[in-house]
């Protein structure tokens, strides 16, 4: 696997740090938000490619945000130390290793997007966001739960905490570290007045029993919808082979015609 010649993609269709996600601009999308963790605890963003060389903003817990300019070597660098997002046509395929980014993967990708938005895109699209919407909730969720469990249910899992575990995840869906800010408060607010969190001292939350039965009810509910995505992509193969099956011999049918009348 050649690092450099993903590193040479990322930077020919990185993501701009302004863009927008409604559908008409999302329809439009070819790009790659690149995260980078060359050892456990450094996150850096990328920023650009050239001759070995990689440009990157590091995370900085004093800014709280992606600040700090850094370089890394290519040489240096292992297809597990990638994850990210590569977003086209209104889809989005996350990634967490170089080795999800085969070609075979991306054409696949490439080819499910734009069959998929071939009816009700605009429909499809909107769920696909509210969706994931709701599979952040979960993410946020369980951030506190374990967090809390880990300490020993001692004292409640601080905001900067939740933040730190959600960012890599979370970040790139996004587009920019102040959307995550927000939409992390947004859900963690909705988990209090629901009944799933309570709120603690100096910004902190404290998970109650109903955090545990809504992630089961929502793992219950995720297996249903990812049966249900199977069997419709299934049928969807074996339509569309069939049609093909049926063009050849309609095809095999005509050939003596066909000769017939290539040959008067």
Excluded: C
Excluded at 106 to 114: E, H, P, Q, V
Excluded at 170 to 177: A, I, K, T, V
Excluded at 213 to 225: C, F, V
Excluded at 239 to 256: R, W
Aim: no cysteine; aromatic share 12%; charged share 25%.
């Amino acid at each position: 696997m050649d690092i450099r010649e993903f590193l040479q993609v990322f930077n020919n269709k990185m993501t701009p740090s302004v863009y927008r996600l409604d559908y008409a601009d999302a329809l439009n999308h070819d790009m790659y938000t690149t995260y980078i963790e060359p050892y456990p605890g450094a996150f850096h963003l990328f920023q650009s490619y050239e001759n070995g060389v990689v440009k990157t903003k590091k995370w900085s817990d004093y800014d709280n945000d992606y600040s700090t300019h850094s370089i890394l070597k290519a040489d240096d660098l292992k297809a597990e130390n990638f994850s990210g997002a590569y977003m086209y046509k209104a889809h989005t395929l996350s990634f967490s290793s170089l080795k999800d980014l085969s070609p075979w993967k991306i054409k696949r990708f490439r080819l499910t997007a734009s069959l998929d938005n071939l009816v009700d895109g605009r429909i499809k699209y909107a769920k696909r966001r509210l969706r994931q919407t709701t599979q952040d909730g979960m993410i946020i969720l369980n951030a506190v739960t374990q967090r809390y469990l880990a300490h020993g249910g001692e004292g409640g899992v601080h905001i900067a905490a939740i933040l730190y575990d959600v960012r890599p995840v979370l970040d790139f869906r996004n587009g920019n570290w102040p959307a995550v800010q927000r939409e992390v408060n947004l859900i963690l607010n909705g988990f209090v007045s629901s009944g799933e969190l309570r709120k603690g001292d100096k910004s902190t939350y404290i998970p109650e029993g109903k955090a545990i039965l809504t992630q089961n009810l929502y793992l219950k509910e995720l297996d249903k919808y990812k049966e249900s995505t199977r069997l419709q992509r299934k049928m969807f193969w074996v339509t569309f082979f069939a049609a093909i099956s049926a063009l050849g011999s309609a095809l095999a049918a005509l050939a003596p015609y066909l000769t017939k009348l290539m040959h008067q």
